[in-house]
T-cell receptor
Framework: AQTVTQSQPEMSVQEAETVTLSCTYD???????LFWYKQPPSRQMILVIR??????QNATENRFSVNFQKAAKSFSLKISDSQLGDAAMYFC?????????????FGKGTLLTVNP | NAGVTQTPKFRVLKTGQSMTLLCAQD?????MYWYRQDPGMGLRLIHY???????AKGEVPDGYNVSRLKKQNFLLGLESAAPSQTSVYFC???????????????FGEGSRLTVL
């Protein structure tokens, strides 16, 4: 079974600075998808960014980018120019592209605090 | 533009009582899911459905039942609530099969359930 590990329960960053959240995963599959979701205090789950494993190019969405290292099974999220609104719980998630692709497996989350 | 709607948003139960959480989506999604979120545990899959009339167990199905009588609705039932079921419950849905699909889940706003 696939597992997703977020080794940083909490992180903090100064406003306008850059922070990187770590995520590693364990899988024997070669084709899959990875996601970062954001959960602000409102509780709503918001998709931040997605990465397809067959794509070598790292995904970017405005101030959010990933460092996808397939061989190392690592998928970190970099937030540049951090803003107060970035404060949230961040979840890394994995989905197979194969036969068991019904399920999204989540890490336990990293709580990000942004200091003014 | 409702997306995924969960009712109720909050509920307090006594041990042994029963209740049903309703999830409704208006995006014609085939796949629907129920997750629970507990502090330090991330999101764990309870049950899921790959289409109308079908359901299957996830990681933590014990104590819950589900039904998918209509494509747009996915019900989560607790027959005899226990304090261990105190949690925030999220419903999610995914795009239909056959379309270009990276597996992004669309989430409801969550339902906070407290069992005394």
């Amino acid at each position: 079974a696939q597992t997703v590990t977020q080794s940083q329960p909490e992180m903090s960053v100064q406003e306008a600075e850059t922070v990187t959240l770590s995520c590693t995963y364990d899988t024997s599959e070669s084709d899959y998808y990875l996601f970062w979701y954001k959960q602000p205090p409102s509780r709503q789950m918001i998709l931040v960014i997605r990465q397809e494993a067959y794509k070598q190019q790292n995904a970017t969405e405005n101030r959010f980018s990933v460092n996808f290292q397939k061989a190392a099974k690592s998928f970190s999220l970099k937030i540049s120019d951090s803003q107060l609104g970035d404060a949230a719980m961040y979840f890394c998630a994995y989905r197979s592209a194969g036969g068991s692709n019904y399920k999204l497996t989540f890490g336990k989350g990293t709580l990000l605090t942004v200091n003014p | 533009n409702a997306g995924v709607t969960q009712t109720p948003k909050f509920r307090v139960l006594k041990t042994g009582q029963s209740m049903t959480l309703l999830c409704a989506q208006d995006m014609n999604h085939e796949y629907m899911y129920w997750y629970r979120q507990d502090p330090g545990m991330g999101l764990r899959l309870i049950h899921y459905s790959v289409g109308e009339g079908t359901t299957a167990k996830g990681e933590v199905p014990d104590g819950y039942n589900v039904s998918r009588l209509k494509k747009q609705n996915f019900l989560l039932g607790l027959e005899s609530a226990a304090p261990s079921q105190t949690s925030v419950y999220f419903c999610a849905s995914r795009k239909p099969l056959g379309t270009k699909n990276t597996g992004e889940l669309f989430f409801g706003e969550g339902s906070r359930l407290t069992v005394l």
